[in-house]
């Protein structure tokens, strides 16, 4: 079973609502024996980067020890935000540590926030995105952007007037910036894909 980590904030449910509808299994949870138990675990959200980090609280502890036993992880808008060391959303907040970066504004001169479906590159190196092809449309909405300093990871990006990481894999740990629970055939692919990859872990 999948257990999307309920931390209070919004996205939460329709995550879950995704994947019951692709017919996975998943369950909605903060509890760390249901953390260590599960096939892989989401981190959603939709809430400023501080805010997230401060709700997702006691658990952050139970998420790094899953991930550093190899079980997968997703994060999502600023669950994928939270994935990097810090953040500058009001103010200077840490993140998770489990990719070298730090997450800022996105750069003047831009439509902010970046909201509406944009054009995501999609290299054969990135699990995710499995039989998707080149490149699809996902949904996007947000003000914020990561800054990726990881040599240990895949970046894949979307044309925003700059090169906006738009996903990124290392090791175990997955992340997207858009919404796939938005994002429609395409972005329901992707949780299968995230589901398929928890699947055949669980039977190394």
């Known amino acids: 079973m999948i257990v999307v980590i309920d931390y209070n904030v919004g996205n939460v449910k329709s995550v879950c609502n995704a994947f019951r509808y692709i017919g996975c299994e998943v369950a909605l949870s903060r509890d760390a024996g249901a953390i260590r138990d599960a096939l892989g675990l989401v981190l959603p959200g939709v809430a400023a980067f501080g805010y997230a980090m401060n709700a997702l609280g006691d658990v ?3 998420v790094r020890d899953a991930v550093s036993q190899g079980k997968p992880l997703l994060g ?3 669950g994928f935000q939270m994935l990097f060391e810090k ?3 009001y103010g200077s907040h840490e ?3 489990l990719i070298g970066g730090e997450v800022g504004p996105i750069p003047p001169g831009r439509v902010i926030p ?9 290299p054969g190196n990135i699990d995710l995105f ?3 092809g080149d490149a699809k ?4 909405a947000h003000s914020y952007c990561a800054r ?6 895949q970046v894949t990006y979307a044309d925003y007037g700059f090169e906006l990481a738009a996903a990124v894999q290392k090791g175990s740990v997955y992340g997207v910036q858009f919404h796939p629970e938005k994002s429609g055939r395409n972005g329901l692919k992707v949780l299968r894909n995230f589901y398929d990859i928890c699947e055949r872990g669980e039977r190394c």
């Open 148 to 153: 990726v300093c990881d040599e240990d990871a």
């Open 95 to 97: 993140g998770l540590g």
């Open 114 to 122: 970046h909201m509406g479906w944009n054009l995501v590159d999609l």
């Open 137 to 140: 449309y996902f949904y996007f």
């Open 130 to 132: 499995a039989e998707l």
């Open 76 to 78: 999502i808008c600023v």
């Open 60 to 62: 952050a502890g139970p």
């Open 87 to 89: 953040s500058s959303e």
